[in-house]
């Protein structure tokens, strides 16, 4: 089975996030979307359960997407997960630099069995990030946006409890 893996904070999954995972989508038989764990530290963090139970809803009937949450690096969640394949959205120059050394990095501790593949952003996503999406609700902006219908909903349930 042709495995890749899809890895972030997804917090929150936004539009972004989704573009990738679908034309992803076509290229596996299988795409784990991992979701890192609540070890992080990263302020305001939501809970990793409330996370995947999001984009888990968000992909319910898509057989070949699975999500989990992970710990640790994203090479050994491909190896736990027998992923060939790391997916990896591109922005910018910047981001490319980044993911690029990652993918280096991450090829040499597989020795050479896991590849990354870098998707490019859609042009008219090249400024959404998970980021801009936390910053602009916290100043009071509608964000709906940019996340994905199920994602809106579950902000949208966080930020009434506030």
């Given at each position: ?7 972030g904070?997804?917090?929150p999954f936004?539009?972004?996030h989704?573009?990738?995972?679908r034309?992803?989508?076509?290229l ?6 991992g979701?890192?764990?609540d070890h992080?530290?990263?302020?305001g ?9 999001a984009?888990?809803r968000?992909y319910a009937h898509?057989p ?5 949450s ?15 394949f ?7 120059v910047?981001d490319?630099?980044y993911?690029r050394?990652?993918?280096?990095v991450?090829?040499q ?14 042009p ?9 999406v936390r910053?602009?609700a916290h100043?009071?902006?509608d964000?709906s946006?940019?996340l994905p ?8 349930e966080?930020d009434?409890?506030?």
């Open positions: 089975m042709n495995t890749g893996i899809f890895v904070s997804f917090d936004t539009i972004g989704d573009s990738i995972v034309r992803a989508l076509p596996f038989d299988r795409l784990v979307i979701v890192v764990g992080v530290h990263k302020p963090l939501r809970p990793a359960t409330e996370r995947i139970e984009i888990a968000l898509e070949a997407i699975e999500v989990k992970y710990y640790g690096l994203a090479i050994d969640f491909a190896k736990a997960e027998n992923a060939r790391i997916v990896k959205g591109v922005r910018s910047k490319f630099e993911e050394e990652q993918a280096d991450n090829r501790l597989s020795g050479g069995q896991i590849e990354t593949i870098l998707l490019y952003a859609e008219q996503l090249s400024s959404v990030s998970s980021t801009m910053e602009l100043f009071g902006q964000v946006p940019f219908v199920q994602e809106q909903m579950s902000v949208s966080k009434s409890t506030l």
